[in-house]
């Protein structure tokens, strides 16, 4: 799934398709063994991800990696998904969750802003002429 997310919404993401492709098994294994990783299945079918990690200021986690099937958006699988990211981190007891968004991902940054995220001011080039804006919140 992570590929096809990839290779679906380039724009979403620091990583590419091209750069992942060629993991081997235990980079894979690597990539989600430091993280909390919660799927959206639809009749058996994974539709969408997101994963919690350790964020960078003390006392918070970060919300990385979220991806929906397109043939999926805009029917509330999102905010299932933030949702439930977010009572991970709550339950970790984080009182705040940090998350990034490619200036391009405007129904991405609606979705956060629809849960209660907003921009802190800090940006970073995620590709060369293009930046990723930093969002969160108090959990």
Request: some cysteine; charged content about 25%.
């Amino acid at each position: 799934m992570r590929l096809a997310a990839l290779e679906e919404a380039p724009y979403a993401f620091g990583s590419t398709y091209q750069r992942e492709v060629g993991f081997d098994g235990a980079r894979w294994r690597w990539c989600v063994t430091d993280r909390v990783i919660y799927v959206a299945e639809v009749d058996g079918v994974v539709v969408g991800a997101v994963s919690g990690v350790d964020g960078e200021v003390n006392g918070s986690a970060a919300m990385i990696a979220m991806w929906v099937d397109p043939r999926f958006r805009r029917q509330g699988v999102g905010d299932v998904l933030v949702k439930t990211v977010m009572e991970w981190a709550r339950g970790k007891r984080y009182g705040q969750m940090f998350l990034w968004v490619t200036e391009v991902n405007a129904g991405a940054e609606r979705l956060y802003a629809r849960n209660g995220f907003v921009r802190t001011g800090a940006t970073q080039e995620v590709r060369p002429g293009e930046l990723e804006h930093e969002m969160s919140r108090l959990l």
